[in-house]
């Protein structure tokens, strides 16, 4: 379909090659969109998806429960999450990655929901959880922790009434010493962030203001909230590398203790600067000659707003990207917002999309939809001629028209008294 405008526009080009992003990125663990459950008493290297730094890791001991890939079977994340079952025993279930390219600092991130196996607060009422960060064979084995391997731990513990009890270790022992509140419950959805610094030095990151980060020290922050501010570290010796984290469950009764984990990112240094936007759900489909885009994010920081990119597939300028709109941002929210465009009046053929997400610096990062990677608009059946839009009209007005195929098109306006005023398509179209 053609959109007449009677007044002169410009369209800005963006090229596929050309686009980088300012971000320091950390490797970004993508789970997909597979499912499938491991229950073998044992070790898989193979269960869960090829990481971009490291190996995986998936156990489960002799107390049952699992280790699951599952797509959107609650609303969490986007696509496919870990769901994992904690065993009834001390024989630990354990997901994680090893070996990646390692640093002695580090930066961590996930989305997490804590809870029984339909993620509510309901039912839950034992076991443990827990996320161990370091170096050594305790991230590619059965064991359940090693205290000189470990930089940094976390433990999630499950109570009554959706209570978790949220502890970090402090040398060799649990603490909540420099703990903000109660930073977690069942049922909820949490966006976690670590920073880990085993140098010998200080370091600095942006989060909202400058941050220092102490030698042999860790920052916690929990929807964007410093909730552990220069934690202790572990055990793990002093200017030693970090290359591995893994997730172990044990202790529940009735296997009732549940983990979902997405969203992951990690990364062998301190990230400069935090992802601005965390994207919880990117979805994209057609309707009649509109590309409808949805999308969700579950925190924001120093958003603008998403510059909708739009390119055509299958012609000459197949590696053009072109802006199609803007959707404006939330500036810095902790909770998910929700966001459409519709891009309407497209001519026949095939079409990506992309969301450019930029914040009040000018800085940028992409994102691209989780459920297709194009829509098709078909041609339509018969010409149309719509009536001009606004009527009346001034000084422009808007004329849509549609043909079934590839074609000369004139179009001529006449006044009221018959005469023509004016041709103001006169040339050969495609559908």
């Given at each position: 379909?053609?959109m007449?405008r009677?007044?002169?526009f410009?369209v800005?080009?963006?090229f596929c090659?050309?686009m ?6 950390p490797w970004?663990?993508d789970?997909g ?7 073998t008493n044992?070790?898989?290297?193979s ?7 490291g190996n ?5 001991g002799s107390?049952s429960g699992?280790i ?5 079977l609650i609303p969490f994340g986007s ?5 994992g079952?904690a065993p009834?025993?001390?024989?630990v279930n354990?997901?994680?990655i090893?070996?990646?390219s390692p640093g002695k600092?580090f930066?961590?991130k ?5 809870g029984?196996?339909n993620?509510?607060a309901v039912?839950?009422?034992?076991g443990?959880w827990?996320l161990?960060i370091?170096?050594?064979t305790?991230?590619a ?7 000189s391997?470990?930089?940094t ?5 499950f ?7 949220f502890?970090y270790?402090?040398g060799?022992?649990?603490s909540?010493t ?12 949490y ?5 880990g610094n085993?140098t010998?030095?200080?370091k600095?990151?942006t ?20 909730i552990?501010?220069d ?7 002093n ?5 591995s984290w893994?997730?172990?469950g044990?202790q529940s009764t009735?296997n009732?203790?549940n983990?979902?984990?997405?969203n992951i990112?990690?990364h062998?240094?301190?990230?400069g600067t ?5 994207i919880?759900s990117f979805n994209?489909s ?12 579950l925190s924001?920081?120093?958003n603008s ?5 739009r390119c055509k597939?299958n012609v ?13 941002g939330?500036?810095?929210?902790n909770?998910p ?11 026949t ?11 009040f610096n000018?800085?940028f ?7 297709l990677s ?5 041609k339509p059946a018969e010409f149309e001629?719509s ?9 422009s007005s808007l004329i849509?028209?549609?043909i079934?195929?590839?074609g000369?098109?004139k ?6 008294t018959?005469?023509e005023a004016?041709?103001?398509?006169n040339g050969?179209?495609?559908?």
């Amino acid at each position: 379909m053609q959109m007449i405008r009677l007044f002169t526009f410009v369209v800005f080009l963006m090229f596929c090659n050309s686009m980088s992003s300012v971000y320091s990125q950390p490797w970004h663990y993508d789970l997909g969109t597979g499912s499938g459950s491991y229950t073998t008493n044992g070790i898989s290297t193979s269960f869960l998806p090829t990481p971009p730094s490291g190996n995986t890791l998936t156990r489960v001991g002799s107390g049952s429960g699992s280790i699951n890939l599952e797509n959107q079977l609650i609303p969490f994340g986007s696509d496919t999450y870990i769901r994992g079952v904690a065993p009834t025993a001390s024989s630990v279930n354990k997901f994680g990655i090893n070996d990646y390219s390692p640093g002695k600092c580090f930066t961590m991130k996930f989305t997490i929901r804590l809870g029984a196996s339909n993620g509510s607060a309901v039912g839950a009422t034992s076991g443990n959880w827990f996320l161990f960060i370091g170096d050594g064979t305790m991230y590619a084995d059965a064991t359940a922790f090693t205290g000189s391997q470990v930089f940094t731990a976390f433990r999630f513990a499950f109570g009554t009434s959706g209570a978790i009890t949220f502890n970090y270790r402090n040398g060799t022992s649990w603490s909540a010493t420099g703990i903000s509140g109660t930073p977690f419950q069942q049922g909820i959805d949490y966006e976690v962030e670590i920073y880990g610094n085993n140098t010998t030095t200080s370091k600095s990151y942006t989060y909202g203001s400058l941050q220092t980060l102490d030698s042999n020290k860790i920052d916690i922050w929990v929807n964007g909230e410093l909730i552990g501010n220069d934690l202790r570290k572990a055990q793990l010796t002093n200017d030693a590398n970090i290359d591995s984290w893994v997730f172990n469950g044990d202790q529940s009764t009735g296997n009732v203790a549940n983990i979902f984990i997405d969203n992951i990112d990690y990364h062998n240094d301190i990230a400069g600067t935090p992802l601005p936007v965390v994207i919880g759900s990117f979805n994209l489909s057609s309707a009649g000659r509109s590309a409808l885009l949805n999308w969700t994010t579950l925190s924001e920081i120093n958003n603008s707003g998403f510059v909708i990119e739009r390119c055509k597939v299958n012609v000459s300028n197949s590696g053009v990207w072109e802006n199609a709109g803007f959707v404006t941002g939330n500036g810095t929210v902790n909770e998910p917002r929700y966001y459409s465009f519709s891009d309407n009046n497209l001519q026949t053929g095939s079409y990506k999309y992309r969301l450019k997400q930029t914040d009040f610096n000018g800085n940028f990062e992409y994102f691209s939809p989780s459920n297709l990677s194009e829509i098709n608009i078909s041609k339509p059946a018969e010409f149309e001629l719509s009536q001009n839009y606004p009527n009346p009209s001034n000084p422009s007005s808007l004329i849509n028209y549609r043909i079934p195929e590839d074609g000369y098109v004139k179009i001529t306006l006449f006044d009221l008294t018959g005469k023509e005023a004016a041709i103001i398509e006169n040339g050969f179209q495609k559908s």
